[in-house]
């Protein structure tokens, strides 16, 4: 895609998230209708309503893309673009009337021969949207464009040392992921400035986009999880690092400001 178009598909990906979105702050403080639940997670009807709103808009502008979602897949995701959508990140946070959630949108675009660093499976992230509808505020990226935030453009932090930063972390599912990520949990605490952990992939990028964070890492995540983020990252001087691991779209990564990853993993 040329620069017009990426403008165009940006607009498109912006009013679908801004849709999602609006759905969210409606139905917040409204019972929930729990599709399925387990002890670590939650689906929600208003995931399914959410998608199908998301995938309206896309399929309406772009009817030969196909969409990779949480909520399933439509088309082929091997062609050579395709949507990566989460519509909402963070569903156990809104399920609980946490008003920490976003709707999370990427276009991505398979290449030719080998990937290069930061692809996801084989494809670049070529636009991403990440979308907060409690406080209002779209982040967006285009891999010809800086990263803004309500349309002012922002840059990763510039700390350098673990003992003023800030990191956020994700704990997966996945017994095994679990059992990976405690021992870094428990060796960072003593040599950052904080900890937190937030339960939205998609927020925790787009601040570590703005400099409010300083790096995010989890063992285990989906890629419509963190996709949007990622260019959302690289396009604001920061960078994102991440390993493919057992589980269908599932990597391990680690985003950053582009000046802790190897102390991060040195902790």
């Given at each position: 895609?040329?620069?017009?178009?990426?403008?165009?598909?940006?607009?498109?990906?912006?009013?679908?998230?801004?849709?999602?979105?609006?759905?969210?702050?409606?139905?917040?403080?409204?019972?929930?209708?729990?599709?399925?639940?387990?002890?670590?997670?939650?689906?929600?009807?208003?995931?399914?309503?959410?998608?199908?709103?998301?995938?309206?808009?896309?399929?309406?502008?772009?009817p030969t893309i196909p969409i990779l979602g949480e909520e399933g897949i439509l088309g082929d995701p091997n062609a050579e673009f395709r949507w990566v959508v989460d519509p909402i990140d963070g569903t156990v946070n809104f399920a609980y009337d946490i008003p920490h959630a976003c709707v999370c949108i990427a276009l991505q675009q398979r290449r030719a021969g080998r990937p290069k660093a930061g692809d996801?499976?084989?494809?670049?992230?070529?636009?991403?949207?990440?979308?907060?509808?409690?406080?209002?505020?779209?982040?967006?990226?285009?891999?010809?464009?800086?990263?803004?935030?309500?349309?002012?453009?922002?840059?990763?932090?510039?700390?350098?040392?673990?003992?003023?930063?800030?990191?956020?972390?994700?704990?997966?599912?996945?017994?095994?992921?679990?059992?990976?990520?405690?021992?870094?949990?428990?060796?960072?605490?003593?040599?950052?400035?904080?900890?937190?952990?937030?339960?939205?992939?998609?927020?925790?990028?787009?601040?570590?986009?703005?400099?409010?964070?300083?790096?995010?890492?989890?063992?285990?995540?989906?890629?419509?999880?963190?996709?949007?983020?990622?260019?959302?990252?690289?396009?604001?001087?920061?960078?994102?690092?991440?390993?493919?691991?057992?589980?269908?779209?599932?990597?391990?990564?680690?985003?950053?400001?582009?000046?802790?990853?190897?102390?991060?993993?040195?902790?």
């Amino acid at each position: 895609m040329n620069s017009t178009q990426l403008r165009k598909a940006l607009l498109v990906a912006t009013e679908a998230a801004r849709a999602a979105g609006a759905m969210m702050r409606a139905n917040l403080r409204k019972p929930k209708h729990v599709n399925e639940s387990t002890q670590h997670d939650i689906k929600l009807e208003l995931d399914v309503r959410c998608q199908k709103r998301i995938q309206t808009s896309l399929q309406k502008a772009y009817p030969t893309i196909p969409i990779l979602g949480e909520e399933g897949i439509l088309g082929d995701p091997n062609a050579e673009f395709r949507w990566v959508v989460d519509p909402i990140d963070g569903t156990v946070n809104f399920a609980y009337d946490i008003p920490h959630a976003c709707v999370c949108i990427a276009l991505q675009q398979r290449r030719a021969g080998r990937p290069k660093a930061g692809d996801l499976y084989g494809a670049e992230t070529i636009l991403g949207v990440t979308y907060d509808p409690f406080l209002d505020e779209l982040w967006t990226a285009t891999r010809d464009q800086k990263s803004r935030c309500n349309g002012r453009p922002i840059q990763v932090s510039k700390r350098a040392k673990l003992a003023e930063a800030i990191i956020t972390m994700g704990f997966s599912k996945k017994s095994e992921s679990i059992s990976k990520a405690l021992p870094t949990f428990t060796g960072l605490i003593p040599k950052v400035r904080k900890v937190r952990m937030f339960g939205s992939a998609g927020l925790s990028m787009a601040w570590i986009a703005a400099g409010r964070l300083d790096a995010y890492l989890e063992a285990g995540v989906r890629i419509w999880d963190v996709a949007a983020g990622s260019i959302l990252i690289r396009q604001a001087g920061g960078e994102f690092w991440h390993s493919e691991v057992a589980g269908d779209y599932a990597v391990e990564m680690i985003s950053s400001n582009g000046l802790l990853r190897r102390k991060l993993r040195a902790a």
